[in-house]
Protein backbone atom coordinates (compact mmCIF):
# COMPACT_ATOMS: atom_id res chain seq x y z
CA UNK A 1 0.00 0.00 0.00
CA UNK A 2 2.51 2.64 1.11
CA UNK A 3 6.01 3.57 2.23
CA UNK A 4 6.16 5.60 4.87
CA UNK A 5 8.98 7.79 6.98
CA UNK A 6 8.11 9.76 10.07
CA UNK A 7 4.35 8.83 8.96
CA UNK A 8 5.05 10.72 5.87
CA UNK A 9 4.07 8.75 1.93
CA UNK A 10 6.94 8.22 0.32
CA UNK A 11 7.81 7.32 -3.48
CA UNK A 12 10.81 5.88 -2.97
CA UNK A 13 13.22 4.87 0.23
CA UNK A 14 17.10 5.47 -0.24
CA UNK A 15 20.05 3.95 1.49
CA UNK A 16 20.26 4.54 5.13
CA UNK A 17 16.10 5.71 5.35
CA UNK A 18 14.61 3.86 8.18
CA UNK A 19 11.55 3.65 7.00
CA UNK A 20 7.95 1.80 7.50
CA UNK A 21 5.65 0.16 5.21
CA UNK A 22 2.01 -0.83 4.73
CA UNK A 23 1.06 -4.21 3.15
CA UNK A 24 -2.35 -5.72 2.26
CA UNK A 25 -3.47 -8.41 4.05
CA UNK A 26 -0.67 -8.55 6.04
CA UNK A 27 -1.10 -7.72 10.43
CA UNK A 28 1.72 -5.90 12.03
CA UNK A 29 1.74 -9.19 14.31
CA UNK A 30 2.70 -11.37 11.84
CA UNK A 31 5.80 -9.37 10.78
CA UNK A 32 9.20 -9.83 12.96
CA UNK A 33 12.50 -7.66 13.81
CA UNK A 34 15.07 -8.60 11.23
CA UNK A 35 12.43 -10.01 8.53
CA UNK A 36 13.37 -8.88 4.73
CA UNK A 37 11.35 -7.66 2.20
CA UNK A 38 11.85 -7.42 -1.30
CA UNK A 39 10.89 -8.06 -4.64
CA UNK A 40 10.77 -11.83 -5.37
CA UNK A 41 10.66 -11.61 -9.11
CA UNK A 42 13.29 -9.29 -10.04
CA UNK A 43 16.78 -9.86 -7.26
CA UNK A 44 14.87 -10.83 -4.59
CA UNK A 45 16.61 -11.00 -1.18
CA UNK A 46 19.35 -13.66 -0.17
CA UNK A 47 20.99 -14.65 2.67
CA UNK A 48 24.43 -14.79 3.20
CA UNK A 49 26.76 -17.34 5.16
CA UNK A 50 29.61 -14.58 5.38
CA UNK A 51 30.52 -11.61 3.80
CA UNK A 52 33.78 -9.21 3.73
CA UNK A 53 33.70 -5.65 5.56
CA UNK A 54 35.84 -2.81 6.70
CA UNK A 55 35.97 -2.36 10.07
CA UNK A 56 37.88 0.28 12.07
CA UNK A 57 38.77 -0.23 15.15
CA UNK A 58 37.93 2.57 17.70
CA UNK A 59 38.42 1.67 20.68
CA UNK A 60 38.93 -1.46 22.20
CA UNK A 61 41.08 -2.92 25.00
CA UNK A 62 44.00 -5.84 23.44
CA UNK A 63 44.20 -7.51 20.24
CA UNK A 64 41.60 -8.55 18.27
CA UNK A 65 42.66 -12.04 16.21
CA UNK A 66 40.16 -14.45 14.16
CA UNK A 67 37.45 -16.00 15.77
CA UNK A 68 36.59 -12.70 18.01
CA UNK A 69 32.61 -12.95 17.84
CA UNK A 70 31.30 -9.22 18.52
CA UNK A 71 27.76 -8.17 18.17
CA UNK A 72 26.80 -5.84 15.72
CA UNK A 73 24.29 -3.27 14.75
CA UNK A 74 22.78 -3.07 11.23
CA UNK A 75 19.65 -0.88 11.32
CA UNK A 76 17.24 -2.38 13.98
CA UNK A 77 19.54 -5.92 14.14
CA UNK A 78 21.84 -7.08 16.63
CA UNK A 79 23.52 -9.95 15.06
CA UNK A 80 26.66 -11.90 16.43
CA UNK A 81 29.08 -12.65 13.67
CA UNK A 82 32.74 -14.11 14.25
CA UNK A 83 35.59 -12.54 12.31
CA UNK A 84 36.20 -15.56 10.13
CA UNK A 85 39.20 -13.85 8.20
CA UNK A 86 41.24 -10.49 8.83
CA UNK A 87 42.23 -10.53 4.99
CA UNK A 88 44.57 -6.88 5.42
CA UNK A 89 45.38 -4.46 7.51
CA UNK A 90 44.81 -0.92 5.28
CA UNK A 91 45.26 2.96 5.53
CA UNK A 92 41.99 4.29 7.12
CA UNK A 93 42.39 7.41 4.86
CA UNK A 94 43.28 6.00 1.73
CA UNK A 95 42.23 2.59 1.79
CA UNK A 96 45.52 1.07 0.68
CA UNK A 97 46.70 -2.00 1.65
CA UNK A 98 49.11 -2.02 4.53
CA UNK A 99 49.79 -5.55 5.80
CA UNK A 100 48.16 -9.00 3.88
CA UNK A 101 46.96 -11.68 6.23
CA UNK A 102 47.45 -9.69 9.58
CA UNK A 103 47.12 -11.78 12.99
CA UNK A 104 45.39 -9.33 14.70
CA UNK A 105 44.51 -5.87 14.55
CA UNK A 106 43.93 -3.40 17.58
CA UNK A 107 42.54 0.63 18.29
CA UNK A 108 42.85 2.80 15.42
CA UNK A 109 43.77 -0.14 12.83
CA UNK A 110 40.77 -0.27 9.85
CA UNK A 111 40.85 -3.60 8.45
CA UNK A 112 39.01 -5.77 5.37
CA UNK A 113 37.04 -9.08 7.06
CA UNK A 114 35.61 -11.68 5.97
CA UNK A 115 32.50 -11.75 8.81
CA UNK A 116 30.13 -14.77 9.47
CA UNK A 117 26.73 -14.42 11.31
CA UNK A 118 26.51 -16.99 13.87
Do not use: W
Not at 3 to 13: I, P, S, Y
Not at 20 to 43: C, H, M, P, T, W
Not at 93 to 107: H, L
Amino acid sequence: KSVEMHHEALTEALPGDNVGFNVKNISVKELRRGYVAGDSKNQPPRGAADFTAQVIVLNHPGQISNGYTPVLDCHTAHIACKFAEIKEKCDRRTGKTTEENPKSIKSGDAAIVMLQPT
